[in-house]
């Protein structure tokens, strides 16, 4: 699975967008884009996914960039709750792959 | 909406004992995961299972040993608990129509070995 680097943290005014940015340089064509967080003593929560494609749910958007090199999470209007973790991960989705890789991940602060 | 349930949000074991720790999922998934999460190791995968009575070993197996009987159930087992496993565990599950997409994870159980 390729590897990803994001920063390490970031604030963001509540009722802001927050942009959380994802470099995958080394991704592959088969290799998809997934976005998790986790907020403080929780288990993960799935957010979106991507291949190529930007896509939208009621969570939040993900650009993923022409060269698929790198991505943008895009939360369009952040409240306290959003404060979490966040996660890109870069794998092949198939049968027998199902194992997701954490790196060190966003912390996201969202400020009053 | 998906619930994935673990047996305890906090347990404290002596060395050596023998530990389980019960996950139960009610969704009807295929696949279920136990991992362990660290600070500065993120999360690593120990077994995963596509079926009842199946089982793969993940990253780091070694002390561990787990048991699906039912498909809703998935049993993670430290057969003698040591120090080194103290830990945060993390148990999860899929359907197999996502591709492994989402995968779905319980609130987690920190072990503390003493």
């Known amino acids: 699975d390729a590897k990803t680097t994001q920063p390490p943290s970031m604030d963001c005014a509540e009722g802001r967008a927050a942009n959380l940015p994802c470099n995958h340089s080394?991704?592959?064509?088969?290799?998809?884009v997934y976005w998790y967080r986790q907020i403080h003593s929780q288990g993960p929560q799935y957010i979106i996914h991507g291949l190529k494609n930007n896509e939208t749910n009621e969570m939040a958007s993900l650009i993923i960039t022409e060269d698929r090199k790198s991505s943008t999470l895009i939360l369009p209007h952040a409240t306290l709750r959003d404060t979490a973790v966040y996660y890109c991960i870069v794998r092949v989705a198939n049968f027998g792959n199902e194992k997701l890789t954490f790196g060190t991940g966003t912390r996201l602060t969202i400020i009053p | 909406d998906v619930k994935v349930t673990q047996s305890s949000r906090y347990l404290v074991k002596r060395t050596g004992e023998k530990v389980f720790l019960e996950c139960v999922q009610d969704m009807d998934h295929e696949n279920m995961f136990w991992y362990r999460q660290d600070p500065g190791l993120g999360l690593r995968l120990i077994y995963f299972?596509?079926?009842?009575?199946?089982?793969e070993k993940g990253d780091i197996p070694e002390g561990y040993s787990v048991s699906r009987e039912k498909k809703e159930r998935f049993s993670l087992i430290l057969e003698s608990a040591s120090t080194n496993q103290t830990s945060m565990y993390l148990c999860a599950s899929s359907g197999s129509d996502s591709m492994g997409y989402e995968q779905y994870f319980g609130p987690g159980t920190r072990l503390t070995v003493t």
């Open positions: 080394t991704i592959s064509g088969n290799e998809y």
């Open positions: 299972s596509y079926d009842v009575k199946m089982k």
